[in-house]
Nanobody, 126 residues
Framework: VPVVESGGGLVQAGGSLRLSCAASGRTFRDYTIGWFRQPPGKAREIVAAVSASGDSTYYADSVKGRVTIARDSAKNTVSLLMNSLKPEDTAVYYC????????????????????WGQGTQVTVSS
């Protein structure tokens, strides 16, 4: 399902931001969702992922303990709550989706995702 991100912005180090990923025209119900980011001059990398059921989640080591990914079925969104932000978290953040009827799996590779949002900029100042 096509997705759209929102919630990026400028924040001071130590602050928090909540990014939101919304489905465009369809339900998220059967889709695994991943959040990726691309820091300036670097390759895109996985940040977090959640299975379609919401029961399984993945966090990159660089954000573990500071980031929470969560599904909100009522709002048909997936959020990424980021706390204790660091300047190295500065990046364009992308939401991606891929169909998974099992509801069980999350995916960490870009090639496993079929739909990508346009990205939202997160800038953390020191």
């Amino acid at each position: 399902v096509p997705v759209v991100e929102s919630g990026g912005g400028l924040v001071q180090a130590g602050g928090s931001l909540r990014l939101s990923c919304a489905a465009s025209g369809r339900t998220f119900r059967d889709y695994t969702i991943g959040w990726f980011r691309q820091p300036p001059g670097k390759a895109r990398e996985i940040v977090a992922a959640v299975s379609a059921s919401g029961d399984s989640t993945y966090y990159a080591d660089s954000v573990k303990g500071r980031v929470t990914i969560a599904r909100d079925s009522a709002k048909n969104t997936v959020s990424l709550l980021m706390n204790s932000l660091k300047p190295e978290d500065t990046a364009v953040y992308y939401c991606a989706s891929t169909l998974d009827y099992t509801g069980t799996y999350y995916y960490t590779r870009e090639r496993d995702y079929n739909y990508w949002g346009q990205g939202t900029q997160v800038t953390v100042s020191s």
